[in-house]
């Protein structure tokens, strides 16, 4: 199998058509089995450097091993993460994905493959979550991801949220919230629907 040199990250962005989605497939491993045109464009990988790889080919230095811990900890559960990742293109450049996956399983109810659907997040929410990711990662060059965790853990007790709550709640912040009305706090729970359709 092809070994590939990871880029050197360059501070210039790839922007990210909000129309379009980016599209995976892995094995239990984390193995790429498929990915659509969009992820390639984007990434600008070749079909044939992509398929076979392990999906951290993408993985940014800027991004915090806590939230892959957690993104990991999830679909071995089986269940849905939107997570907020910046990823890392081949020519060193950066994008910003939110993350949506569907678990595949057998009839025996084991993981046969997991399916990742990516859009662009709102620009508002990457400017929080940065914030949020450059501390995290302090901590964990310094201290390890155990203690970046309990950073997280922590963080989100004080917001009184779940991950999952946190991340819509930042998704859906200047966008579309008022202040305590009912009809925008209804409206945020369908944020992800309306977004992956
Ligand atoms: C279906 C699927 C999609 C994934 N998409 C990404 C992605 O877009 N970017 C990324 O860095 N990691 C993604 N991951 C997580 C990687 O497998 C990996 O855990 C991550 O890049 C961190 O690398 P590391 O585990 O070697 O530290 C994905 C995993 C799965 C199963």
């Known amino acids: 199998m092809a070994v590939f040199r990871k880029p050197t ?3 210039e962005e790839i922007l990210l058509d909000p129309q379009k989605t980016i599209m995976s497939k892995t094995n239990p491993r984390g193995i790429i089995e498929y990915a659509n045109d969009y992820f390639m464009r984007i990434c600008r990988y070749e079909e044939q450097e992509l398929i076979g790889q392990p999906h951290n080919v993408i993985r940014h230095p800027d991004m915090p091993k806590v939230i892959f811990k957690w993104l990991w900890r999830r679909l071995q559960e089986k269940k849905n993460i939107h997570a907020i990742v910046k990823n890392l293109a081949k020519d060193g450049r950066y994008y910003w994905v939110i993350t ?3 678990v595949k399983l057998d009839e025996k109810g084991n993981a046969v493959s997991f399916f990742a659907r990516r859009k662009a997040p709102p620009r ?11 501390k995290l990662l302090a901590i964990e060059e310094a201290q390890g991801v155990d203690v970046s965790e309990k950073y997280l853990i922590g963080f989100l007790e004080e917001q009184g949220m779940t991950y999952d709550e946190y991340i819509e709640d930042i998704c859906f912040m200047n966008k579309e919230k008022e202040d305590g009305d009912e009809e925008q706090v209804h409206k945020k729970r369908g944020f ?5 359709g």
């Not at 992800?192 to 992956?196: M, S, Y």
């Open 100 to 102: 949506d996956f569907e």
């Open 9 to 11: 990250p360059v501070d």
């Open 192 to 196: 992800f629907v309306r977004l992956f």
């Open 124 to 134: 508002t929410t990457i400017a929080i979550i940065k914030d949020l990711y450059q």
